[in-house]
């Protein structure tokens, strides 16, 4: 357990809405001078707090803005099978977040797709690769509201 004060909770609110802040713009934001946030930055991005920083892309503009959640229930469940799931799984563009979840189902993905039919071909054509998948539930991205 870390032990962040206030100071640390609001650098790494200010860095999660842009990442891409100077350190001057993020010192003025927390009412400190530059050095100390700094430090901070570097010493919660040591302590594995900060574990990189990423680009969040926008998908319509993509043309990829059909944006599904698909939990994967597989057949069987075992470390080779995971691993060979999980290494299937890290080469499909299509699918942006993978989870291995409790539940009825052993991995929830987030996929994002030009539309429904594409995502209806990305079913068959590409999941349906794989063939230890016993059952695929699929809800459908509406609005991102947070």
């Known amino acids: 357990m870390y032990n962040l ?9 200010e860095l999660k809405e842009n990442s891409r ?7 003025a934001r927390v009412n400190l001078s530059s050095t100390p946030v700094y430090d901070r930055v570097k010493k919660l991005e040591k302590e594995g707090i900060i574990k990189g920083y990423v680009a969040v892309l926008d998908y319509e503009k993509l043309n990829r ?6 939990n ?4 069987l469940i075992n470390p080779e099978i995971a691993l060979r799931f999980v290494n299937f799984i890290s080469e499909i563009p299509e699918v942006t ?8 189902y052993d991995y929830l993905l987030k996929i994002q797709a030009p539309d429904m039919k594409y995502y209806q071909s990305f079913l068959i054509n590409t999941l349906g690769k794989f063939d230890g998948i016993a059952g695929i539930h699929s809800v459908f991205i509406m609005e991102v509201v947070k």
Request: aromatic fraction near 8%.
């Open 5 to 13: 004060d206030q100071t640390d909770l609001q650098i790494l609110k």
């Open 21 to 27: 802040i100077t350190t001057k713009e993020l010192a």
């Open 65 to 70: 803005g059909f944006g599904v959640y698909c």
């Open 72 to 75: 994967i229930k597989l057949k």
């Open 97 to 104: 977040e993978c989870y291995n979840i409790s539940g009825e």
